[in-house]
């Protein structure tokens, strides 16, 4: 890997993490490599301004916080298919990033990238678009009479489809079609579409199936709905995923992506969710990096014989 130039994009607000992005620029700075320096967070988002005044081709952004840190870095650097090193400083759960202890010796993390020792890992994403007017029903013999198409969203993690107001609580009742095939009507809180990745997050809150990341899927699962009948699906992922909100009178349904929102939906519009064209990519430097030792120890699963190293009963 070239190290000409890289961003580093630290938590807002995070002291820790703002002092290992400032000491990491000046390691940099040292070997010739050019930086682009700021905050990520709710209210402050650096990458637009990033992209923008790069000038010629950026070669990894690193990420110092927690998922959240990470999941925005993904959606602005997936489609400039910018490798991202996320390091958890400052995070909590860091299903996305690489451990603090990993990352202490930062001058010689810079020395194994140049050198090419370590992984980069692909993690599949998933978009959504609101679009006015009918979609094609199986069987129906509708016409496709398709409305304007509205921008699009991309998610690591999900797209999630409730409603939200200041003051109560909504019930929302959302009508799901696959490949333009009715399959379901929901009445809850809304409606979770996942990748692999995304699986662990909301999805898992919301009883869906942990999928792993090298597998490609969306996961569709209902959030607090009010029937015992409905369940989560995995779908494959060329699957169109179309959600219809009804009798949305008082105009509190939204879309949320990474459970950051993305807009409102308006009464005759629905949203499309679909495997995004591009793919997050993130470096990995532990050499022995396992998807069951994360899920160990994050989820905080029972792993007797591998923590005290072999059989507890001797």
């Known amino acids: 890997m070239e190290l000409n130039q890289v961003i580093i994009a630290y938590k807002a607000g995070d002291s820790l993490s703002k ?6 620029a000046r390691q940099l700075d040292e070997l010739g490599c050019k ?14 301004v990033f992209l923008a005044s790069a000038g010629k081709k950026i070669d990894l952004a690193v990420v110092l916080g927690g998922d959240g840190t990470a999941l925005a870095a993904a959606r602005q650097l997936a489609p400039e298919k910018i490798p991202i090193l996320a390091v958890n400083i400052g995070g909590h759960l860091g299903f996305l990033t690489e451990s603090f202890k990993h990352f202490q010796d930062s001058k010689g993390v810079w020395e194994r990238l140049l050198s090419d020792r370590f992984a980069v890992q692909k993690r599949m994403m998933v978009q959504a678009q609101v679009i006015d007017g009918p979609s094609l029903v199986k069987g129906s013999g509708n ?15 999900e797209i999630c489809v409730r409603g939200c107001v200041d003051d109560h609580l909504t019930t929302t009742i959302l009508e ?15 409606l979770l579409v996942s990748t692999p990745s995304g699986s662990t997050c909301y999805n898992v809150s919301a009883n869906g199936p942990i999928v792993h990341p090298g597998m490609e899927a969306l996961v569709v699962s209902p959030i607090c709905p009010l029937s015992l009948s409905s369940r989560p699906i995995v779908l494959p992922p060329a699957a169109r995923v179309s959600i219809w909100p009804l009798e949305n009178y008082d105009l509190t349904i939204k879309l949320w992506a990474d459970g950051v929102l993305a807009t409102s939906i308006w009464p005759g519009q629905r949203v499309d969710v679909r495997q995004a064209k591009c793919d997050a990519q993130f470096i990995i430097l532990r050499d022995n990096y396992s998807y069951f030792k994360t899920l160990r120890e994050k989820l905080l699963w029972a792993g007797t014989r591998i923590q005290y190293g072999g059989n507890p009963y001797n």
């Open 35 to 48: 930086v682009l320096f700021g905050p990520s967070g709710s209210k402050d988002n650096p990458y637009p």
């Open 143 to 157: 016409q496709q009479g398709e409305g304007d198409r509205g921008e699009i969203f991309l998610a690591l993690n």
């Open 19 to 24: 002092k290992w992005a400032e000491q990491s």
């Open 176 to 190: 799901m079609e696959i490949d333009g095939e009715i399959v379901d009507q929901y009445h809850g809180d809304g």
